[in-house]
Nanobody, 125 residues
């Protein structure tokens, strides 16, 4: 059974930075998609960034150039470095993962089946 534990959320002013971390346990090997999703107040959950086992990444347009997703396959962890944060980045952030046996792209609706508990990010103006 795969479990995810997130850390690193908090409150910052616009223009500030935060790093979110997600530690996985129960991985059978490194062939997992890893991703960050978020849900803002009154908004639907959206995919923020993804990364596959080969390091290929994807980002939603609103965070390109500001957020960086990374992973450490040896430690089964992933991070989301968030710079130049904006109030519209406020929300609950969730890490997600799913086994990717055939090295498919991890973005665009990939069926993530394991989720972390979420960590709150609040950006004030």
């Amino acid at each position: 059974q795969v479990l995810l534990v997130e850390s690193g959320g908090g409150s910052v002013k616009a223009g500030g930075s935060l790093t979110l971390s997600c530690a996985a346990s129960g991985y059978r090997d490194s062939r997992y998609c890893m991703a960050w999703y978020r849900q803002g107040p009154g908004k639907e959950r959206e995919e923020v960034a993804t990364i596959d086992s080969e390091g290929r990444t994807s980002y939603t347009d609103s965070v390109k150039g500001r957020f960086t997703i990374s992973r450490d396959n040896a430690k089964d962890t992933q991070n989301l470095q968030m710079n130049n944060l904006k109030p519209e980045d406020t929300g609950m952030y969730y890490c997600a993962t799913a086994y990717n046996e055939y090295f498919e792209y991890c973005s665009g609706g990939y069926p993530y089946d394991t989720w972390g508990q979420g960590t709150q990010v609040t950006v004030s103006s």
